[in-house]
Each structure stands twice: as C-alpha cells, then as structure tokens.
C-alpha cells in the first residue's frame, strides 16, 4: 500500500494542478484525503463519510489481494488511475464469484484481447469468462442522461466482442460506485433494450456491479456498511449451457435487516421501508416473452424438396411450428408468416419447412459447427414430418436435419 501511494502521488498532484475533477483522480488518493479529513473533523462532523467508508472497503480488498501469489502481476496496474478503480472492481468481482462457491482465475493484463477472469463454475465444471468495464461516468457522479448510458452500454458492447472468445460463454460487468437506485434501473432498462436487438449466443448476458455504502442508526450509535449492489440482466440471444439462475438466499448471513439510509454521491437519502434486505448474490432479469420476437428475419424460399432427400416440416394448423424465449423470429419468405417464434440464432439447421398459409417452401441453412458449448442437439432423418403440436424450442438445444 506505501508503495502505490508513493508511485501514484505524483500524477496525483498533476492532476490536482490542472484542477481536474475528483471523479478523473487517482482515487485511492480522493479516499486518502477523505480519511486526513475524517480524522480531523470528528467526532463533531463527519466530513465526506461515503468517502470513508470506501477508503476502509478498497484497504481490506488490497490487503487481502497482497498476500496471494498474483499480486506482483496486479501492483502494476494499480498506479494508473483508470487502471486502479478497473482492478479493484475487478477484484471484488472475483470475490463475489468466490463467495458464491466458484473457482475464479485473474488473468494478468497483456497485449492480446482477454476476458479480466475466467470462472470455473461451482458442480459443473464449466468455464465462463467476465470482462469487466468501469466507465468514468459511474464513478459517482449522479443524473447521467439518457444519451450517456446509451454511450456506456454502446462501449459495453464492443468490450464484450473484443474481449469475450466466441467459442466460451461470457458475462460483461459493467462497474461503478455511490450511483442512485433510479440511475440503476435507467441503466438496466437501457441494458436490456440493447440486448433484445443483439445476435450473440456466446454472451449470457451484462452484470452490474456498484459500491455504495449504506448508513444505519440504532439510538446513539450510527454506522456506514460498505455494500455491493450485483444485477444481472439475461440476454435472449444465448445459447450456451450454462443457465443463470433468478433465485434470490432468503435466509443467507449476509443479509442485512436495519432501517437503512443510502449515501450516494454526497446525500444522504432515507429509504422509504422500514427494513430491508440486501442480497450479495446476483439477481436475474429475463425478458418477458414478446410475441414475433425482437429481431424479425425472413427465411430463403426453395423448390419442393424431392421425396426423402431433406427433412420437412409440415403444419397441422399451429402457429407458429416452433416458440422459443430467444429474442429473434423467423418468417415466411413469401407470405410473412411467423414460422419459429422467439428463436435462437442456432435453434434449427439444414431443415425446410413448408408454410401453413401460404404452401411455400422455406429453408433453414445448414450452420457451421458449434464452437459454444451447448445442451445437445436432436437430429431428424431425411423424410416428412407432420406436427399437430407447437414445438418448444430451448437454448443450448438444436433440431438438426441429417
């Protein structure tokens, strides 16, 4: 610790001459501050103490980090200031994955591309890779507008192609400090309207991760919780094997169960129940089902296959043949008609189907192999298939045609 305040003090006070704002410091060095103030000021006033509470959370987090044997490929990367609130998000991430019974590897900064961890995830063996990403904006200034959670969840985006591989499932966790709950939900809601209209089946889905600090009272004595707030908002167009779950511990430790006041970015603002409970697991938004899907995509029209050389589908009168929960429909190359709804991107392969509206016949092309790791795939045989039934479609399982 010495040692980082030492190599960062001077482009510290750099950044101090330039009278940048405290938001584009090298923030250990915002907390430092804070703490001289603190110790000043009390007991009477008690200057910044959403400030000092981070100061005592970052202290742990680094001390903890210092003993384990990745620390001298970390040290480095805590002397920039983007870098510094980047690894320290990072690591209370990999902390959180911990706790929750996972495996997790930090994978040092290098030239190549890379996710930040990859986790081996607890009873399944498999692996998923996080990219995380800490926009300047959500280092705890409040009232971001519209147009610049449209930019940070835009670069949220390209992060995750850049630094995800296609051929594992991965999360992008976007991070920040000290935000307003109403800030967290426009973040959210423009999270999920941008994932609706994305084709990426090895992305599960974007993670939030903020610190903010909690003040309680109980008669004389007060108290500042330091706190994780974790979402996580499901994109449709997965299709891995690995499932995130919506289940919140009701009975978990950690839990907390006081009257609260949430500090954020200065103010103190009561809440308006009178007790609550704070889940350090990640919670699971998933998009109620939309009829005709998000992405809409007509199919390519071919001649009526010859007997016994393709796999056909054929319609008893349902509508559409096959439903999903994905977030993209395919339709009739001719007519319109909604032919699978809600699909995947890799829900049907090398398979024709003939329209119930219109006789035409539409093809699903064969795919390339799957790189991702998925459930399973179902073949058919070459021949005539007549279905009475709506076929429910699941992510991580293909219909193939042989």
């Given at each position: ?133 800490q926009p300047e904006r959500l280092s705890g200034e409040s009232k971001i507008s519209r147009k610049n959670l449209d930019k ?37 809601k423009v999270i999920g309207e941008r994932l609706r209209k994305t084709e990426r089946p090895n992305l599960c889905g974007i ?168 459930l399973g795939s179902v073949a058919l045989a070459k021949g005539d298939y007549y279905f009475k039934d709506m076929v429910i ?10």
């Amino acid at each position: 610790m010495p040692r980082i305040i030492e190599k960062t003090r001077s482009v510290d006070e750099r950044a101090k001459l330039h009278k940048s704002k405290w938001t584009e410091r090298h923030r250990l060095h915002v907390l430092l501050e804070s703490a001289g103030e603190a110790a000043v000021s009390l007991p009477e006033y008690l200057a910044t103490p959403w400030f000092l509470a981070e100061f005592r959370a970052t202290v742990d987090v680094i001390r903890r980090w210092h003993k384990k044997a990745i620390w001298r490929e970390l040290e480095p990367s805590l002397v920039n200031p983007q870098n510094f609130t980047h690894t320290i998000s990072k690591l209370r991430l990999a902390e959180h994955m911990q706790h929750l019974g996972h495996e997790v590897r930090i994978v040092p900064k290098g030239k190549n591309a890379s996710p930040d961890l990859i986790v081996r995830l607890y009873g399944v063996g498999s692996l998923l890779n996080i990219e995380c990403y800490q926009p300047e904006r959500l280092s705890g200034e409040s009232k971001i507008s519209r147009k610049n959670l449209d930019k940070i969840v835009k670069h949220s985006m390209e992060k995750a192609k850049k630094q995800l591989p296609e051929n594992t499932p991965g999360i992008l966790a976007i991070c920040g400090f000290n935000q307003p709950r109403k800030e967290l939900r426009a973040l959210k809601k423009v999270i999920g309207e941008r994932l609706r209209k994305t084709e990426r089946p090895n992305l599960c889905g974007i993670l939030t991760l903020f610190f903010s600090v909690l003040y309680s009272r109980r008669k004389a004595r007060q108290r500042l919780t330091p706190m994780m707030n974790v979402d996580f908002v499901h994109n449709p167009s997965y299709f891995g094997r690995i499932i995130i779950g919506d289940e919140e511990a009701k009975n978990h430790p950690r839990l907390i169960r006081t009257p609260l006041r949430e500090i954020v970015g200065g103010k103190l603002l009561e809440k308006k129940e009178t007790s609550s409970k704070v889940d350090i697991g990640s919670r699971t938004s998933v998009p109620k089902e939309i009829s005709g899907g998000f992405i809409k995509k007509k199919l390519r029209l071919v001649d009526k296959p010859s007997h016994m050389s393709r796999a056909v589908v054929h319609s008893r009168g349902i509508l559409p043949l096959f439903k999903g929960k994905g977030n993209t429909s395919y339709l009739c190359g001719q007519c319109g008609t909604v032919l699978v709804g809600n699909g995947w991107k890799f829900s049907l392969s090398n398979i024709v189907i003939e329209c119930p509206t219109c006789q035409s016949f539409n093809e699903f092309p064969k795919f390339k192999k799957i790189e991702l790791p998925i459930l399973g795939s179902v073949a058919l045989a070459k021949g005539d298939y007549y279905f009475k039934d709506m076929v429910i479609l699941k992510p991580g399982a293909c219909l193939l045609g042989l």
